[in-house]
């Protein structure tokens, strides 16, 4: 089991911003795959941002259409932890989040999945994220 905390949800007025945090405890996971992901009620669980954290140098940082130039990851690996800062916030953007970790890609391959999440095996409670308009 790998815990994963989360903090930073909240609710904020649109065009406002958020910055979520998700640390891994007691986990090396170097050279894997971390993120975030949401789901709003009666919709599927949608990718938010990934990020490979297997990297000192170059920001592997993979993000969904619906989030991108609005929403930036990063990681702190001496932390363990990963972050989400979120600007220019849409009511659309409300939904519970949720941080996903432990997808390790094969060889040298950097790229973290983004769709739905399926391919990582740890997730966090989830922090409530409600936009007004």
């Known amino acids: 089991q790998v815990p994963l905390v989360e903090s930073g949800g909240g609710s904020v007025q649109a065009g406002g911003s958020l910055r979520l945090s998700c640390a891994a405890s007691?986990?090396?996971?170097?050279?894997?795959?971390m993120g975030w992901f949401r789901q709003a009620p009666g919709k599927e669980r949608e990718g938010v941002a990934t990020?490979?954290?297997?990297?000192?140098?170059?920001?592997?940082?993979y993000y969904g259409d619906a989030v991108k130039g609005r929403f930036t990851i990063s990681h702190d690996k001496a932390a363990n932890t990963v972050y989400l800062q979120m600007d220019s916030l849409k009511p659309e953007d409300t939904a519970m989040y949720y941080c996903?970790?432990?997808?390790?890609?094969?060889?040298?391959?950097?790229?973290?999945?983004?769709?739905?999440?399926?391919?990582?095996?740890?997730w966090g409670q989830g922090t409530q994220v409600t936009i007004s308009s």
């Open positions: 007691g986990y090396g996971y170097s050279n894997a795959c």
């Open positions: 990020i490979y954290t297997g990297s000192n140098n170059i920001n592997y940082a």
């Open positions: 996903a970790a432990g997808f390790r890609p094969l060889g040298y391959n950097t790229r973290c999945p983004t769709a739905k999440g399926d391919e990582y095996p740890y």
